[in-house]
């Protein structure tokens, strides 16, 4: 199974009285074919471009993006229910975005980053099958896309959106790779971390257990208790000895050593 991953900036919209398609693609540089391909508003979910209120939408922005989704806040939302819904965790939610000064208040169309990621329904995918390549349950990805009628356990459509929560600790999240897909040599691992002195450790092992990457560091921007961004292009110590594999990125405890805020992300090896 190739990963349909889509990349770009991605707006989680539930749809307020007086939406249209159209008005929302003004809103959010989208296009109105593109949602109604995203989101599958025609027969038999629907009437062609017929959308009803609090149903959500992921709404593709056109534009050449970073690959970023952005949940925009509705009225009674709060930083612990967005963490419920996208299996993550509220400090992670308020760590990430900057526009959040306060975590106990979020404002109705703020649009906040949320660890999740956009994969494009490919002729003959089930959610079962998209769950086992990127090691996401199920739960998690009906959770995430609650409230979205083209969505369900039993049936999905080719072209549709399907909203893939992030793996992620309270402290740490991985953006890339996304997971379920392919790692290389002299890849990028990018995310968001806190952690003591900024040091983030990572390493790489196959479905054999053979450490394609042995332990290492990076260093985020910022230190704990500030969440700052790393980035690092890594180096394969050993060639993978099989298909899939294990990205684990973590930090240690400064008093014993430990593994602390582990964050494991399934990938697959060429």
Not at 45 to 73: H, K, M, N, S, W
Not at 123 to 143: A, F, H, K, R, Y
Not at 197 to 210: F, G, H, Q, S
Request: proline share 7%.
């Amino acid at each position: 199974m190739n990963m349909a991953i889509q990349y770009g900036t991605h707006i989680i919209h539930t749809v307020q009285p007086g939406d249209t398609v159209y008005s929302l693609a003004v809103r959010y540089e989208s296009d109105v074919d593109a949602i109604s391909q995203a989101n599958g508003l025609y027969p038999p979910f629907t009437d062609p471009f017929v959308i009803y209120t609090g149903q959500v939408l992921v709404i593709p922005r056109q534009l050449v993006d970073p690959t970023e989704t952005f949940y925009v806040a509705q009225p009674g939302d709060n930083l612990i229910l967005l963490a419920q819904r996208f299996s993550t965790h509220w400090e992670l939610l308020a760590g990430i975005n900057p526009t959040v000064q306060n975590p106990n208040i979020i404002f109705p169309n703020q649009q906040l980053r949320v660890p999740v990621f956009a994969y494009d329904v490919e002729l003959n995918d089930t959610l079962n099958s998209i769950s086992q390549v990127t090691g996401v349950p199920i739960e998690e990805i009906l959770l995430a896309n609650s409230s979205r009628p083209a969505i369900s356990q039993d049936l999905i459509y080719e072209g549709i959106k399907v909203l893939i929560p992030i793996p992620s600790s309270q402290n740490i999240v991985v953006v890339q790779p996304f997971p379920g897909s392919i790692v290389r040599d002299n890849s990028i691992i990018e995310g968001f971390a806190r952690a003591f002195e900024a040091n983030v450790l990572y390493r790489l092992v196959d479905a054999n257990n053979t450490e394609v990457i042995e332990e290492t560091f990076t260093t985020a921007e910022y230190a704990g208790p500030n969440y700052g961004r790393f980035r690092e292009s890594v180096t394969f110590d050993t060639e993978p000895t099989s298909e899939e594999g294990t990205l684990q990125v973590f930090t240690r405890s400064a008093r014993d050593g430990s593994i602390q805020d582990l964050v494991e992300i399934k990938v697959r090896f060429e």
